[in-house]
């Protein structure tokens, strides 16, 4: 069983320290040929025929990206030394190119699991429910899948029993367990890449933790994000757009965990690992190259079309440097 990591950024009771949970996970089940008819004897059936088709289409998807990392490169800024907090400072990371992430046979969206689900929990703002539509937009264009909204749960489908008001802060909570396991789980189509829920309610996980932003399973492809802690986004238009790109980074960041992108230790990266807040904040939206050529063959996206994209989200809401480092990005790529 190959082994995955994703992890949910928050804090432990204890003052200062931040921990990450981690999670097992499993390879998305393979295709089968079962029902086809069988080829004549000595030829290939139509499943080793797509799947030759499939390699060789692969193989010169991933030279193409190789000849690309190498022409955005120029542009990379190379992650500087950690501050004493900082992610890479606590938790050593070797990091991992392009070529090492091929040849670890990473989880893919599959034809009979490409579809990321939308699961919105609780009450919502009109101001919180845009953000959640408009993430769902990007996932879409991030990972080249499609994104379908599930029926709205009620709060109530979180018992007493895994509430609790936040000792320190008096704040509700939900136990992220319970979401996961009771309320993800047993609903998960069958079709699903991940099934992402979205909650305006702050999370914990348990015994001994104060909260987290998010915690999620590979094995289950199930994960549970919160905005609660991304501050208030009806106050301004400024505060709008800083947590939509909280909101935005986060669910790229751990989704991409779920198609098996550990952290990047190379670049300025959304992959790269973060303990605090202000670590995330300080980091950019947009992928490194290296990165970006590993979601680009998971998903089969072509990057100048996602590029273009991604700058027209960007631009529509107001997120003006992440739509230039798009510009300057796509650019690179057409030799401007
Ligand atoms: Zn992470
Ligand atoms: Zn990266």
Redesign the pocket.
Known sequence: MRKVL??ALGSALVAGVVVWVVMAASPVASRSGAGEPLPPPGQPSAEQQRAARETAEDRERAERLTALVEKLRPLAVKLGKPGPSDWLANHPEAGQNFKEYLDSGPVRPTVSRGTIYIQPLGDFSATQRKMVTITSEAMAVWFNVPTKFREDLKADVVPEAARRKNPYTGWEQFLTGHILDRVLKPNLPRDAAASICFTATDLWPGKGWNFVFGQASLEERVGVWSLYRFGDPDKSEESYRLALLRTLKLAT??SG?MFSLP?CTAYECN?N??NTQDESDRHPLALCPECMAKTCWATRAEPAERYRKLIELCRREGLKPEAAAYEKLLGAIEGK
């Open positions: 994703v992890a960041h751990e965990h952290h992959m690992g973060c």
